[in-house]
């Protein structure tokens, strides 16, 4: 059974950092996609940054320079790094893993505000 649990959401200010955790069972983050998406409530889903099984990391344009995906193979975590957050960076954070099917986890909230 695969399960993925985010944490490390909560209230932050305007241009602090936050990292977020993304703990996976019953699958292997080192030879899968793994994918951070947001949602606003009311909102489309964004994706907001990837990790694909051989490295390669892919950040929405949004993102760039500010979020960094990685992730622990030993501890088969991935994680986000939002450095310099935004107000416009509040949302609900989900990992997902897996291509042909991709499983989700259930969300942790990130509010930035002052």
């Known amino acids: 059974q695969v399960q993925l649990v985010e944490s490390g959401g909560g209230l932050a200010q305007p241009g602090s950092s936050l990292r977020l955790s993304c703990v996976a069972s019953g699958i292997d983050v080192s030879t899968n996609r793994v994918r951070w998406h947001r949602q606003i409530p009311g909102n489309q889903r964004e994706l907001v940054a990837q990790i694909l099984s051989g490295g390669t990391t892919n950040y929405a344009d949004s993102v760039k320079g500010r979020f960094t995906i990685s992730r622990d193979n030993g501890k088969n975590t991935v994680y986000l790094q939002m450095n310099n957050v935004k107000p416009e960076d509040t949302a609900v954070y989900y990992c997902?893993?897996?291509?042909?099917?991709?499983?989700w986890g259930k969300g942790t909230l990130v509010t930035v505000s002052s």
């Open positions: 997902s893993v897996g291509l042909y099917i991709e499983y």
